[in-house]
């Protein structure tokens, strides 16, 4: 899973998010059903990050993965937010 086309797929998968918040944040029209939709969108990228996070876990072990990896290291504190994000998202949902 540490191969250079899978670390390239990672980081181009990352730009990509991180251009679309940027995008997100110069578009002057926003409605309810625009934001909704772009939050829920982007807590599925996330959760696709955290299970890549949970696999490297699991293959390289916890161990290993923190001293081999030190992305494992920000996609934690990443992930931390990202549950109480989500939390709160679920909750006020139905309120947006």
């Known amino acids: 899973m540490n191969t250079p086309h899978y670390e390239l797929l990672q ?19 926003k409605t309810a059903f625009y934001i909704k939709y772009w939050m829920l969108s982007m807590t599925i990228i996330n959760v696709l990050f955290l299970l890549e996070s949970v696999v490297d876990i699991l293959v390289f072990g916890f161990i290993k993965a923190y001293t081999e990896h030190l992305r494992i290291y920000f996609e934690t504190i990443c992930q931390i937010l990202n549950a109480y994000c989500i939390i709160g998202l679920f909750n006020d949902y139905d309120d947006l």
């Open 11 to 29: 980081n181009i998968s990352s730009l990509i998010n991180i251009i679309l918040i940027v995008v997100n944040d110069f578009r002057e029209i």
